[in-house]
């Protein structure tokens, strides 16, 4: 393998959720749902409308049906994006890390230009052409969330997606206080949700190289479970400016019922994001 195809841990998927325990912040991996409003002390964001052609849901049937526990697992589902061409599309690396390797594979398509209009679905021939470097270790230590900042990957469809247009990348990362815009699909449905740009000393060291935002709104779970690849745009030109690959969620309480997902403190970060400059490394290994 070369340095632009490195083989990461793979992260198992499932439908309904999936995730990597990292302790004491569980880190959600998929997921999208939103309200749109005004962000925290700015003006009004770009229209969701604008970027929705250039936003898909993306699934992908396993070859055969997984078990885990009593639950049966029949695919992964993530946001992806059209980059620079309606045949490129950018989603996390953990979801493509789940797709097969040798040559082009089916997947589904939704997309929905906006809410209450029809989708289109569409089944089609995709193969990964570039993977990010999601890499660490299961047992524990600094060397496990080595690598999520890595964690995109560009995908390859055999025909172009019809209608689809491309977004922009904006190589800056994110400031702090910024208003941001993240599309996705949840459950395969899209949502829109804004959030805020917000730096935490503890989380920027344990998640080194990722972007931090918070969600603005009640549902603070908002981005965990369909929305891994979600474009997160600026709010003032609509470039993506980080790819969505985690959730963060507060520790258990013990009078709750186990399982019981705990939202983040308000002020305090949401999501994590890799910033869009990643791409700019893996972008020359297209093939």
């Not at 939103?34 to 009004?44: I, N, Q, T, V, Y």
């Not at 990957?153 to 491309?166: C, D, S, Y």
């Not at 190589?171 to 829109?192: F, I, K, S, T």
Request: glycine residues 12%.
């Amino acid at each position: 393998m070369g340095k632009c195809m490195v083989p990461p841990w793979q992260v198992r998927g499932k439908l309904r959720a999936i995730g990597l325990a990292l302790i004491p912040i569980l880190f959600s991996l998929q997921g999208l749902p939103a309200r749109a409003g005004s962000p925290e002390g700015g003006g009004p964001c770009v229209d969701p409308a604008a970027s929705a052609r250039a936003v898909v849901s993306i699934f992908w049937r396993f070859g055969a049906p997984r078990r885990d526990g009593w639950e049966e697992i029949v695919g992964e589902r993530a946001t992806a994006w059209f980059y620079t061409s309606p045949r490129l599309l950018v989603t996390a690396a953990h979801f493509a890390n789940e797709l097969p390797t040798d040559g082009w594979q089916e997947a589904e398509l939704r997309q929905a230009v906006r809410e209450g209009e029809p989708e289109v679905t569409a089944r089609v021939r995709l193969r990964v052409a570039v993977n990010g470097r999601l890499s660490g270790r299961r047992d524990g230590g600094a060397g496990r969330n080595a690598g999520l900042a890595d964690d995109v990957a560009i995908i390859e469809l055999q025909e172009p997606f019809p209608h689809a247009t491309v977004l922009e990348v904006q190589p800056r990362p994110p400031e702090e206080d910024a208003a941001v815009l993240v599309l996705g699909y949840p459950g395969g449905r899209m949502e829109a949700a804004q959030g805020i740009v917000r730096r935490n000393g503890e989380l920027a060291a344990r998640y080194a190289g990722l972007a931090l935002f918070e969600v603005q709104g009640s549902n603070r779970l908002l981005l965990g479970g369909g929305a891994s690849g979600a474009p997160v745009l600026d709010c003032g030109q609509g470039r993506v400016v980080a790819v969505l690959n985690g959730l963060l969620t507060g520790p258990a309480l013990p009078f709750l019922p186990p399982g019981r997902v705990i939202p983040t403190p308000w002020g305090s970060p949401t999501n994590t994001a890799v910033p869009a400059s990643a791409l700019a490394a893996i972008r020359n290994c297209i093939p």
